[in-house]
C-alpha cells in the first residue's frame, strides 16, 4: 500500500501560508559564488546560494504582523536579519513534517529559495523525516509540475554530497542531526576533536564543508527546537549555518521567537484533527497487608538529608498512602509517620543521593528502595500481564469492527529493558523473554474465544510468533556482540533500528504483512508513529517515567485504510493508552506537562491574549489593537475582579459571561463580541458564585435585644454532661452478629478503569467508561494481632473482644485480607457500640457551663443573594436574629420562609454552627430554634431538626442516634423544651 496526502487541508496550508507571506515583495532571484577546486584541483564552479531583497527591519516585519493577526497571535515589536528566527506551532500528528516539506516547494515556486537544510535533535527523527520526503515525492512532483528536486542524508564520508548541495541550482534539502555539527573550535590545534563538517577537506581544495554550506545562505528548517537548539553550543551551530531565516516546527517550543501560527493541542482536538484519547488505567486495591514503600525522592541540598517516601499511614481506622519526609533514624513505625506494626525493623539507615543511583536501605531489613520502585504492592509482572492481556483484548475489539472497514489495527508496547522481551542462551542463542512469553499465553487464550470467531478468516489462525516483533539495537562489538541491548535512542547503534522501523512504515500498514503488536525499547519515543497504532502500552518495571505527550505522541494520527486515504471518523479513531496509574493522575500529568511544555494556560487570560483584534481607529483604518490594547483590556478586566493578577479566571467574569453581562473599555466596546468569545474558550463550565452578589449576614439588633429572644436562649443555652450504661453480654452479641451479617472480605485486587480524555480550554477533562477487577489474589502473610489492634482503638477488655470474634465465625476471613478485615471490623463493633450508649445514655444539665448569648456577634457569615437559584442562599428575615437566613438545602429555605411568615413565631434563629451538643458518636448541632405563642397566651419553646425524611427506618443509624441524644439533652436541660425533627413545616405545626 502506499500512503496518500491531502494537498487542500485547510490548516496545513494556513501554515503554509504564514512562511510564504513573510516574503511577500521578494523577487524571484539567487546569488551566486565561486568555488574553486571541486571538480579538480584547478576547476572552477559557481555555487547558488539564497537571496535576500527585502529589508527585515521594515518589510518582513510588516508582513510578520499582518501574518499574527491573521493568525490570532501576538505582534513582534521588532526585526533584524540577525533575529529572523520564526515559530511554528503544530501539535503532534496534525502533519508537520508534510507541512514543512510542502513550504519548502511553494518558497520555490514563488520566490525560487533552493537551498534549505533540515536540523533534527536525533537519529529516530532524521530518518522519519527522510522516510517522509521519500513517500511524498510523487505526492509533491504532481503538485509542483515535477519539480526536479535533491534531499540526502548528511554523511561525513560522503562530502560530494555537500558539493553537490553547494552548486546545483535545483531545489536542494539536506537533512543533518544536531550531533553532526555541533562540535567546532577556532583553535588549529584542536581541529581534530571537531565534527568533520568543521575540518578543512582535501577534497574541497581545503574548504571545510560548513563554509559552502555558509556561502548557500540556506533556510535552516529545526524540527523539534527544544531538543535542537536548547544549549548555547548548539545555538551557535544553527549560527554557523549563516541561515537566510530559520523556521522552528514543534509541538512544544520551548522559548518563542516570532510565533507566525499556532495549532494547539486544544485545537487539534476540537478539531477532530488527532485521535480521540481514552485512558485504561491498572491500580491496586486493598494491597495494605505488606510493608510498603515507594522512593519518591532525595535531598541533601541542605542537612540532614532527607527522602520523600509513599508508605501506607494509619489514621482514624483506616490505612491511607501518603507521602512522608524522612531521614537518617527515623523509624517508619513512628506516630509521625507510617503508625503501623508492619513497619517493624523499618528504620531508615542511609540515604544516598548520587545522580542515577539514588537509594534508601534500612538498619533491620534487606530491602532497598531505589526511585520509583514498588515494595510491598501487588507483583509487578501480575500487572504487566493485565496489560498485556488488555491491550491484546482491545486490539483484537477494533479489528471486529475496523478489518472489515479495510483498516488494519496495531499496537505498541513500549519497553524499558531488552531482556524483558528477548533474551540469550548460554549458546547465544535469542530466547523469549517474560513479555514474549506473556503476550503469546494470553494472545492464545483471548484468541479462543467466540467472539473473536470471525476473526479467524483474517489472522486469528496466524501463528502467533509472527504477529509480533520487536525492533531493538544490536551490540555491534564485544563479548555481546550481534545481541540487541539497550539504548538511550541517540548513539550510531540506532540508525539500522530507526532505519529498519521506518523503513517498514507502509509495509506495516498492509495486511499482506502478518505483524500487528510491535515491541519497543522505551527510547522509541520521538521520531517514529504510525497512523493505525490504536494502542499504547507502557510496560516500565514502576511507573511510566516517559512524558505523556510524548507516549500518547506515537499514536495520535488519524488511521488510514488500505488505499492509503486517511480515515475521519471519530468513533474509529481513539487511541487507548493502557496505564499503571489511575486516569485522574494520568490527565493530571498530561494537563501540567501541555503548561509547562506547550505553554498552553488553561482558564488563564494574558497580557497580549487580545493583542490580536482588529478595530477601526479614529483615522478609519483597521488595524490590531496590539499589546497596548490588549494590555488595556487585561488591565480593566483586572480591576472589574473579572481575573487575578496573574491572569486567573475568576467567578465574576463566570456568572457576567453567563448572563451575557461581559463589560469592556468603552474604547473597545466595538470588538466586545471577539473579546467575549476569546474568554469563552478559556472557561470551562462549572457552577460559580459571583463575588459582587455576596452578602455578610450581621445581627438584627431588634430580634437580638428583644425580650423573648432572651427568654427562649435562657432556655436552651446549657449544656449538659453524659454517663451511658450497657450490658456487656448484649454487647458481644450484637456485635458478633453484625459482623457475621455485615463483614464481606475479599482478597485484594488489581482494578482496571477506562476513561475518555477531552483536551478543553479550561483543562483535560476525564469521564469514567467503566471498571471492573481484572486480577484477585489470596496468599499466604503473617497474621497481625487484630485484638491488641481492635483493644486499642475501641478500649474494649481482650476477653470481649475474643468472644466477639469468635462467636462471629468471621476468622476465616481475616486471613483472605488481614488489613481489610481490621479497618472493617473496627468500623461494625464501633458502630455498635455507639448505638448501645446511646441507648443507655442519661444526659445531666451543667448549672454554671452554658453558650454565652454574646457569641452570636463574633459568628462571622456570607451568603450569596441572587436570582439564579443555583447560586442563592440567603433570605431576608425580619424574624430571626440575623438580617438574613443563610441555608444550606431546599427544605430549610422552605423552613424558613414559613417562620418569617407565621404570625405565632415571635423569634427563631437557624442555631451557629458553634452550638454544639455532645454525643458519644460526635458532636451534634441542631437546625432551629423558635419561639412560638399560644393563642397569645402560652409561650412555646422549639428546638427542630429538618431533614427530607424523618422516618426512622430511612434515617441514617448516625443522624438517628444523634438526635435521640439531642431529644435527651434538651430533656435533661427544661422539660418546656420542644425537641422535633421534622420533614416539613407542616409537620412541625402539627406536632406544635
Known amino acids: 500500500m502506499k500512503l496518500k496526502f491531502d494537498s487542500n487541508l485547510k490548516y496545513q496550508n494556513d501554515a503554509v501560508s504564514a512562511v510564504v507571506n513573510l516574503f511577500e515583495g521578494q523577487n524571484s532571484m539567487l546569488s551566486y559564488f565561486t568555488v574553486t577546486g571541486q571538480l579538480s584541483l584547478d576547476s572552477t564552479v559557481q555555487g547558488v546560494a539564497n537571496k535576500l531583497d527585502i529589508s527585515p527591519d521594515e518589510d518582513i516585519l510588516n508582513n510578520l504582523r499582518d501574518i499574527q493577526s491573521k493568525n490570532q497571535l501576538p505582534p513582534s515589536e521588532n526585526l533584524s536579519s540577525s533575529t529572523m528566527d520564526f515559530n511554528i506551532e503544530m501539535e503532534t500528528g496534525t502533519g508537520k513534517t508534510y507541512v514543512y516539506l510542502k513550504t519548502i516547494f511553494e518558497l520555490n515556486k514563488k520566490y525560487g529559495f533552493t537551498k534549505f537544510i533540515i536540523v533534527v535533535p536525533s537519529l529516530a527523527i532524521k530518518e522519519g523525516v527522510y522516510k517522509s520526503i521519500n513517500i511524498t515525492k510523487n505526492h509533491f512532483k504532481g503538485l509542483y509540475d515535477n519539480v526536479i528536486y535533491d534531499s540526502f542524508i548528511y554523511d561525513s564520508q560522503k562530502l560530494e554530497q555537500v558539493r553537490n548541495f553547494a552548486v546545483n541550482s535545483n531545489i536542494q534539502i539536506m537533512v543533518i542531526n544536531i550531533d553532526a555539527f555541533r562540535r567546532s573550535f577556532t583553535d588549529p590545534s584542536k581541529e581534530t576533536s571537531a565534527n568533520i563538517i568543521h575540518r578543512p577537506n582535501d577534497k574541497l581544495n581545503g574548504w571545510k564543508p560548513i563554509e559552502l554550506i555558509q556561502e548557500t545562505n540556506p533556510i535552516v ?146 530491602e532497598t528502595l531505589t526511585i520509583g520502585k514498588v515494595v510491598g504492592d501487588i507483583d509487578d509482572f501480575v500487572v504487566k500481564r493485565q496489560q498485556i492481556r488488555k491491550t491484546i483484548e482491545e486490539h483484537l475489539d477494533k479489528e471486529l469492527i475496523l478489518t472489515k472497514k479495510g483498516i488494519k489495527v496495531l499496537s505498541l508496547f513500549f519497553i524499558d529493558k531488552v531482556a524483558n522481551y528477548r533474551t540469550y542462551d548460554e549458546e547465544g542463542n535469542p530466547q523469549k523473554g517474560p513479555y514474549a512469553l506473556m503476550f503469546e499465553e494470553e494472545y492464545n487464550k483471548l484468541s479462543q474465544k467466540q467472539k473473536f470467531s470471525a476473526l479467524k478468516d483474517v489472522d486469528i489462525e496466524t501463528p502467533v510468533e509472527k504477529i509480533h516483533n520487536g525492533y531493538f539495537s544490536i551490540d555491534k562489538s564485544g563479548k555481546n556482540k550481534g545481541k540487541f541491548k539497550d539504548t538511550k535512542g ?138 497596548v490594547g490588549s494590555n488595556d483590556i487585561f488591565n480593566f478586566f483586572k480591576e472589574k475582579k473579572y481575573i487575578n493578577g496573574k491572569g486567573k479566571i475568576l467567578d465574576t467574569l463566570k456568572l457576567d459571561l453567563k448572563n451575557k453581562k461581559v463589560e469592556v473599555p468603552k474604547r473597545y466596546e466595538a470588538i466586545s ?161 455507639k448505638h448501645m450508649l446511646v441507648d443507655g445514655i442519661k444526659y445531666r444539665k451543667i448549672e454554671d457551663d452554658y453558650y454565652c448569648q454574646n457569641l452570636f456577634k463574633n459568628e462571622e457569615l456570607y451568603g450569596y443573594l441572587s436570582e439564579d437559584e443555583k447560586i442563592n442562599n440567603l433570605i431576608e428575615s425580619d424574624n430571626s436574629v440575623y438580617d438574613y437566613v443563610r441555608y444550606d438545602s431546599n427544605i430549610e429555605k422552605e423552613f424558613a420562609e414559613r417562620l418569617e411568615d407565621d404570625e405565632n413565631v415571635l423569634v427563631y434563629t437557624k442555631l451557629p454552627g458553634w452550638f454544639k451538643i455532645n454525643t458519644p458518636i460526635g458532636k451534634y448541632n441542631p437546625d432551629w430554634a423558635a419561639l412560638l405563642e399560644d393563642d397569645g397566651e402560652e409561650k412555646m419553646y422549639f428546638v427542630v431538626e429538618t431533614k427530607g425524611n424523618v422516618d426512622p427506618e430511612t434515617l441514617r443509624p448516625t443522624e438517628k442516634d444523634k438526635i435521640t441524644c439531642g431529644k435527651k439533652h434538651f430533656e435533661a436541660i427544661d422539660k418546656n423544651i420542644n425537641f422535633e425533627a421534622v420533614d416539613s413545616y407542616e409537620t412541625f405545626k402539627e406536632k406544635a
Open 490 to 627: 541517540n548513539t550510531l547503534a540506532d540508525d539500522d533500528t530507526y532505519s529498519l522501523i521506518m523503513k517498514d512504515k507502509e509495509r506495516l500498514l498492509s495486511f499482506d504483512s502478518p505483524l500487528r503488536f510491535i515491541f519497543s525499547h522505551s527510547a522509541l519515543k520521538e521520531g517514529w508513529d504510525n497512523p493505525n497504532v490504536f494502542q499504547i502500552c507502557t510496560l516500565n518495571e514502576t511507573k511510566s517515567t516517559m512524558k505523556k505527550r510524548q507516549e500518547i505522541g506515537r499514536g495520535l494520527r488519524l488511521c488510514v485504510n488500505q488505499e492509503g486515504d486517511r480515515v475521519h471518523n471519530n468513533d474509529i479513531n481513539i487511541l487507548t493508552v493502557m496505564a499503571n496509574e489511575s486516569y485522574e493522575d494520568f490527565a493530571k500529568t498530561l494537563q501540567k506537562e501541555m503548561e509547562q511544555e506547550a505553554g498552553i494556560k488553561f482558564g488563564i487570560i494574558e497580557k497580549y491574549t487580545f493583542s490580536h483584534l482588529r478595530m477601526e481607529n479614529k483615522k478609519g483604518e483597521v488595524k490590531t489593537i496590539d499589546k
Open 221 to 366: 528548517i529545526i524540527d523539534e527546537p527544544q531538543s535542537v537548539a536548547n544549549t548555547p553550543k548548539a545555538k551557535e551551530a544553527i549560527e554557523s549555518l549563516n541561515p537566510l531565516c530559520t523556521l522552528r516546527y514543534s509541538a512544544t517550543h520551548s522559548e518563542i521567537q516570532n510565533l507566525i501560527y499556532r495549532l494547539d493541542a486544544i485545537n487539534a482536538y476540537e478539531m477532530n484533527l488527532v485521535k480521540q484519547i481514552e485512558v485504561a488505567s491498572f491500580e491496586s486495591l486493598d494491597y495494605h497487608n505488606k510493608a510498603y514503600m515507594k522512593l519518591i525522592s532525595v535531598d541533601n541540598k541542605k542537612s540532614p538529608i532527607t527522602a520523600k517516601i509513599e508508605i501506607d499511614q494509619y489514621k482514624n481506622g483506616n490505612v491511607k498512602r501518603k507521602v512522608c519526609t524522612v531521614k537518617q533514624g527515623d523509624d517508619l513505625t513512628s506516630t509521625k509517620l507510617g503508625n503501623r506494626d508492619i513497619y517493624e525493623g523499618y528504620t531508615v539507615n542511609e540515604i544516598y543521593c548520587g545522580e542515577g543511583n539514588e537509594y534508601v536501605d534500612f538498619t533491620n531489613r534487606e
Open 673 to 833: 463580541s471577539s473579546i467575549v468569545d476569546i474568554v469563552k474558550r478559556k472557561i470551562g463550565g462549572t457552577i460559580i458564585k459571583p463575588a459582587r452578589q455576596k452578602r455578610e449576614v450581621k445581627i438584627n439588633h431588634k430580634v437580638f435585644s428583644s425580650p423573648d429572644f432572651e427568654k427562649i436562649w435562657n432556655k436552651i443555652k446549657f449544656k449538659t454532661t453524659y454517663e451511658v450504661e450497657f450490658d456487656s453480654d448484649e454487647l458481644i452479641d450484637k456485635c458478633s452478629n453484625a459482623l457475621k451479617e455485615d463483614l464481606d472480605i475479599k482478597p485484594p485486587k488489581l482494578i482496571y478503569t477506562k476513561a475518555g480524555i477531552n483536551v478543553k480550554a479550561e483543562g483535560v477533562v476525564v469521564s469514567e467508561k467503566g471498571r471492573l477487577t481484572v486480577h484477585s489474589e489470596e496468599y499466604e502473610i503473617a497474621l497481625p494481632d487484630i485484638v491488641t489492634f481492635l483493644q486499642n482503638e475501641t478500649y474494649l477488655t481482650r476477653k470481649t473482644i475474643v468472644d466477639v470474634l469468635i462467636k462471629s465465625g468471621t476468622l476465616e476471613q481475616f486471613k483472605k485480607n488481614p488489613q481489610e478485615y481490621m479497618e472493617s471490623s473496627l468500623k461494625i463493633i464501633s458502630r455498635e457500640m
